[in-house]
């Protein structure tokens, strides 16, 4: 029984532990910004990283669900930005037509996603070049249909009041893309459909041996992944009142960084939603701090770009390799035997 229990703690030590770095990230962060930059801290500058935190980390938990079937998605900023356009061009301004733009936007995205899902889980296309190929389609249907209606057209009065509303202090954008993340806590860890979209992900060939449609569980998660992405585009919309029709590029990288820095294995099946969320705000926090601190644009890229390379060096798939060798090691049986041999040369001779 007690090797059974420590053989339990073991293996949870070893898949925490790939979940560690970005805690440790976002602690520094904080303690960085105290003792440079206090003013980041002020309830002022939070309420403004909040939303807008909030809207990279429900992109990225999108994303995040499509790592976990070992593949991507670069059709997120223009599913994203198509919604954003959505949401001016039915909503017409008109308090009337939210839930009419909101329906339209989010069964937009569905159907990308469904196009992603049939041509790399059914044709099994490259999902890398299919994301790509079907994002710059959508681009093109953007520009087409933001033709139809003035450029400085806004969201509905209505939703821009509501997303820059806030609950408790804190931004209902903020709200969503947390409770967003605990429905994805609880139902990977309590519920069976949960689990085995994690073992298809973590082992697809034992699992078709099993019986489970592998093949379907790949289409619906980029259709699942793009409504993700439709509730941020959505929520976007409100918190920039006038969002255009040019494509939030920072959508594409923001997410994907979100993900690796929250310490998703990039072969399938393990990640983290909670660790993917606060990678985000992790992000989005260092961008506001780095603005704070007066650094111009381009070394603000430069940091960017050196924080995402070494959330690579510190991914949660090497981590796990460390961990992993270090304990071989300690168990190995001349380890073992070494140490008896010395124990016995220490006693009275």
Known sequence: MTTQTGSA?????????RYMPVY??????????????????SSVSISQVAPFGAVLAIAALGQMLVVMTAGIDLSTPATLTLTMVIMTGVGLQSDERIGLAIAVALGVAAIIGLINGILIGGFKLNALIVTL??????????????????????????WIAWTSSRSFGISNVFWVGLG???????????????RRFQAV??????SNVVGIR????????YVVAALFYAAAGTALAGLLRTPGVAVNNQYLLGPIAAVVIGGASLTG??????????????LTGLNQLMRSMGLGTALQFVVFG??????????????????????RERRRPGRAGKQTIDNSNDGPG
């Open 9 to 17: 703690s073991l293996t949870r030590f070893v898949v925490a532990s």
């Open 24 to 41: 440790i990230a976002f602690t520094l962060l904080i303690v960085i910004a105290a003792i440079w930059v206090p003013n980041a801290l």
């Open 133 to 158: 190929a079907v994002g710059q389609v959508v681009i093109g249907v953007i520009n087409r249909y933001g033709r139809t209606f003035p450029v400085q057209s806004q969201a509905p009065p209505g």
């Open 180 to 194: 967003l993340t605990l429905l994805l806590i609880l139902g990977f860890r309590y519920t069976t459909l949960g």
């Open 201 to 206: 992900g973590a082992n697809p060939v034992a």
């Open 214 to 221: 592998v093949n379907l569980n790949q289409i619906l998660v």
């Open 269 to 282: 099946g393990l990640a983290s939603a909670g660790s993917t969320f606060v990678a985000a705000i992790f």
């Open 306 to 327: 050196l924080v995402i390379i070494g959330g690579m060096l510190v991914s949660g798939d090497r981590i796990i390799k460390v961990v992993e060798r270090t304990l």
